[in-house]
């Protein structure tokens, strides 16, 4: 493991640009960070994408797993990352100072800004993580966008698929779109109460697996899903979700 991710990891604290030490709020859990890596592997993933860059972390975990190759490219999307206190730039210099300068591309522009600009350079993508704006609306365009962009085969993660607004377009994806769910990672133990909840959750992979609607106690902190073809809906097409 890249020793400023395993700093991350088993501190909970990082440096900012200048060096003085921060602590880390929010950042994914080493169980999604396994469930990214494994997605990747599982594909043997060149290039990615990412929506909300914050420290680092899982763009960290993103670069460590990517088939290394010419091609090999991982675009971060992040409109906050350079002038929000929180941040300061964080995310870029660590991924700077882990050696990863070569392969990622940070674009500085709203999400559904960037991933259309991605689209129009016929950008193609083999996995994507989506832990941007958490709105229903955010959510869903982000997914909307990645779609075009991600290839037959590719993997696409829902970051806090707990939170009721993600958890709307998780059932979106599963039941309206050629989409089939790998799998999830709990919860994370920082999640507001008005956000976590209990469940069954053997059920609820079940449900999923089913192509069943998930219900607002699902039980996953975030969820992969593998795209199985291209949109080949009709224009009227709806099942309610």
């Known amino acids: 493991m890249n020793s400023i991710l395993e700093e991350i990891i088993t501190t909970g604290n990082t440096r900012t640009v200048e060096g003085d030490l921060k602590k880390v709020v929010g950042q994914i859990s080493e169980e999604e960070g396994k469930l990214i890596q494994d997605s990747i592997n599982e594909i043997n993933a060149e290039v990615s994408v990412e929506v909300g860059l914050a420290f680092g972390t ?10 290394k ?17 929180s941040y300061g730039g964080i995310g870029v210099n660590n991924l700077k100072k882990a050696g990863y300068q ?21 950008v193609k993508v083999d996995f ?32 806090d698929t707990d939170w009721p607004a993600i958890t ?16 999830g990672s ?12 209990s469940g069954n959750s053997i059920k609820k992979f079940k449900d ?16 992969a899903f593998k795209k199985t073809a291209d949109d080949i809906r009709s224009w009227d097409h709806y099942i309610n979700f």
């Not at 899982?58 to 088939?67: D, F, M, N, Q």
């Not at 290839?151 to 829902?158: A, E, Q, T």
Request: aromatic share 14%; proline share 2%.
């Open 186 to 197: 709990s919860q994370r133990s920082y999640i507001k109460k008005n956000h976590s909840n």
């Open 168 to 183: 709307k377009v998780a059932s979106f994806i599963s039941i309206n779109r050629s989409y089939k769910f790998l799998g």
């Open 208 to 223: 999923f697996l089913n192509n069943k609607k998930p219900d607002n106690k699902n039980v996953f902190g975030a969820m």
């Open 69 to 85: 190759t010419e091609k090999t490219k991982h675009y971060i999307i992040d409109p906050y990352q350079m002038y929000d206190e």
């Open 102 to 122: 070569n392969i990622f591309e940070f674009i500085e522009k709203p999400s559904h800004s960037a991933l259309a600009l991605l689209e129009m350079q016929n």
């Open 58 to 67: 899982s763009a960290l975990y993103i670069c460590e797993a990517l088939k």
């Open 128 to 159: 994507a993580f989506i832990d941007g704006w958490h709105t229903f609306d955010h959510v869903l365009t982000d997914f909307f966008l990645v779609d075009k962009i991600l290839r037959v085969g590719g993997i696409v993660i829902l970051d």
